[in-house]
């Protein structure tokens, strides 16, 4: 005589069990709402660049080397950047980013390098000092500025930029200057999209400067 089976347990015998599965679950979908959010806002930005002439494209730094070269995912930017001023949109290239912790490197002359090498010779302003998005735009407004700057292209990946519109908006920096966008496809950004390293760390700088009032 087979012997009577015993009731199955639940998978959380514990209410903080069921309180932190709850709590990643959340999680995890807040995190895959705002990826997507930044997914569609990229597509939009690529499909619409920018239309009128400005004084400067800023173009925003990123890590200055990837497996000893230079990081593509920050030349590609530097391309874009070129690109408007051969297209005669910009009159001039800013390079924003300061020193990479990661090799020593500082970005923006990285960025000026690359643009030398590609055959820039067009007039150029290095900020090498900021270490984050929000210190890009802070520590270029008075470079801008001392320039005679008045209407600014702002350059970065696709994934970068709806982070980036905010903290225009929020700083005040659309007020001092006119912006407008531009998405660069990177090398980084056609192979990988959104799955890339940076991209899948946007949601998390977006709830990091969320939390510290610098987007709304």
Request: hydrophobic content about 40%; some cysteine; aromatic content about 2%.
């Given at each position: 005589m087979s012997r009577p089976r015993s009731p199955r347990r639940p998978w959380f015998r514990r209410p903080w069990q069921v309180v932190l599965f709850g709590g990643l679950l959340a999680g995890a979908l807040a995190y895959v709402a705002i990826a997507a959010m930044v997914w569609r806002h990229a597509e939009q930005v690529l499909d619409n660049p920018p239309q009128r002439p400005a004084d400067?494209?800023?173009?925003?730094?990123?890590?200055?080397?990837?497996?000893?070269?230079?990081?593509?995912?920050?030349?590609?930017?530097v391309d874009t950047g070129i690109a408007l001023a051969r297209a005669g949109l910009v009159r001039q290239l800013v390079y924003s980013g300061g020193v990479d912790t990661e090799d020593g490197r500082i970005e923006a002359e990285v960025m000026q390098q690359h643009a030398n090498a590609m055959g820039y010779t067009g007039?150029?302003?290095?900020?090498?000092?900021?270490?984050s998005t929000r210190l890009n735009l802070a520590l270029s407004t008075?470079?801008?500025q001392a320039a005679g700057v008045r209407s600014v292209v702002v350059v970065s990946e696709p994934y970068h930029l709806w982070r980036i519109e905010r903290l225009v908006r929020k700083s005040g920096f659309d007020k001092t200057f006119d912006v407008q966008y531009a998405a660069a496809p990177t090398s980084c950004w056609r192979t990988w999209g959104m799955l890339f390293k940076g991209a899948l760390r946007e949601p998390a700088a977006i709830v990091n400067n969320a939390g510290h009032g610098y987007l709304f």
């Open positions: 400067a494209a800023l173009i925003l730094g990123n890590r200055a080397y990837l497996d000893g070269k230079p990081n593509p995912c920050l030349t590609g930017r007039p150029a302003l290095l900020e090498p000092v900021s270490s008075p470079l801008l």
